[in-house]
């Protein structure tokens, strides 16, 4: 079966401008996560979803920074304004039921570039 | 807070030897433990979690790992070491009733021949 999809593989912008990354979790997981990995940082959890419960945003670094779950499903990572630090891969992952002992499945991630 | 320390950014084996990759967490209640994998320009991949079933846990490829309490450890181990292992290690935690894995910084294994 398909497992998780993450578009696009790569992306390059200029300072300042805004940009979409989207993710297609495994069909039926409730749960879905965004982390960053990056040189300085390692591997940073972002923000979570949960079926219709309000999403853990705690690890989102800025304003700059926000997600959206459409139908539970497809989920998109929006930065406005990007900077340079913003430069990392951004890795999704979903779960069924999300209840901590539950493996997450990572998708490819997107790598992100800011100029 | 939970925390998670991988002692050694970069383990260097020869192939047929011994791996020993080293995780230490912060809890006062055992957490649940996850080792991931990562090979170059790729996602990442489960290898073995634990979750209180057994202290000592199989994973894929080879891997295993045990929980030691008394240590606040969770140290993968392989016994005998591939060339195809040469990837970054992550040991990550997550709390009870929680869901967010909280990563080591990764340890770089490389094999040689």
């Known amino acids: 079966g398909a497992g998780v999809s993450q578009s696009p593989s790569n992306k390059v912008t200029e300072k300042g401008k805004d940009v979409e990354l989207r993710c297609d979790p495994i069909?039926?997981?409730?749960?879905l996560y965004w982390y960053r990995q990056s040189l300085g940082q390692g591997l940073e959890f972002l923000i979570y979803?949960?079926?219709?419960?309000?999403?853990?945003k705690s690890g989102l670094p800025s304003d700059r920074f926000s997600a959206e779950r459409t139908g539970g499903s497809v989920s998109t990572l929006t930065i406005q304004r990007t900077q340079q630090e913003d430069s990392a891969v951004y890795l999704c992952?979903?779960?069924?039921?999300?209840?901590?002992?539950?493996?997450?499945?990572f998708g490819p991630g997107t790598r992100l570039t800011v100029l | 807070a939970q925390s998670v320390t991988q002692l050694g950014s970069h383990v260097s084996v020869s192939e047929g030897a011994l791996v020993l990759l080293r995780c230490n967490y912060s809890?006062?209640?055992?957490?649940?433990l996850f080792w991931y994998v990562q090979y170059p320009n790729q996602g990442l991949q489960l290898l073995l979690k634990?979750?209180?079933?057994?202290?000592l846990v199989k994973g894929i490829n080879g891997f295993e790992a045990e929980f030691k309490k008394s240590e606040t450890s969770f140290h993968l181990t392989k016994p005998s070491a591939h060339m195809s292992d040469a990837a970054e290690y992550f040991c990550a935690v997550s709390d009870r009733g929680t869901d967010k894995l909280i990563f080591g910084t990764g340890t770089r294994l490389q094999v040689f021949p």
């Open positions: 992952a979903s779960s069924f039921r999300g209840w901590g002992n539950n493996e997450q499945f």
């Open positions: 979803f949960q079926g219709n419960s309000a999403p853990d």
């Open positions: 809890s006062s209640v055992p957490p649940y």
């Open positions: 634990y979750t209180s079933a057994a202290t």
């Open positions: 069909s039926g997981h409730t749960a």
